[in-house]
């Protein structure tokens, strides 16, 4: 059974920085390209990057220069370093797996798998 477990979302003020963990099982990260989405209250999903498996990373608009994934296959793990965060950056926080070729065009519904996802929120 695959599943995917994202952790440390939070609260944080405008400025600051987290990190966020997508740990999986029941398949190996390395043989898929791995992407974060985010989902705010009355929103859209929205893509916020991803990572090829030769670890080649595309981001939106919103979070380039911003936010970083990085992949740690040894551990079966996906990690978004989020900088410099805004109020705008509150959202539900998801990974997901494919093998779409397309994967950079951000597509949800190109991904096979999902977690549940981590709440991140940034206010004063």
């Known amino acids: 059974q695959v599943q995917f477990v994202e952790s440390g979302g939070g609260w944080v003020q405008p400025g600051g920085s987290l990190r966020l963990s997508c740990v999986a099982s029941g398949l190996p990260v390395s043989n898929y390209h791995m992407g974060w989405f985010r989902q705010a209250p009355g929103k859209e999903r929205e893509f916020v990057g991803a990572?090829?498996?030769?670890?080649?990373?595309v981001y939106s608009d919103s979070v380039k220069d911003r936010f970083t994934i990085s992949r740690e296959n040894t551990k079966n793990t996906i990690y978004l370093q989020m900088n410099s965060l805004k109020p705008e950056d509150t959202a539900v926080y998801s990974c997901?797996?494919?093998?779409?070729?397309?994967?950079?065009?951000?597509?949800?519904?190109?991904?096979?798998?999902w977690g549940q996802g981590t709440q991140v929120s940034v206010s004063s």
């Open positions: 990572t090829s498996r030769s670890r080649a990373s």
């Open positions: 997901a797996a494919t093998t779409s070729v397309a994967f950079r065009s951000g597509e949800p519904s190109l991904y096979y798998y």
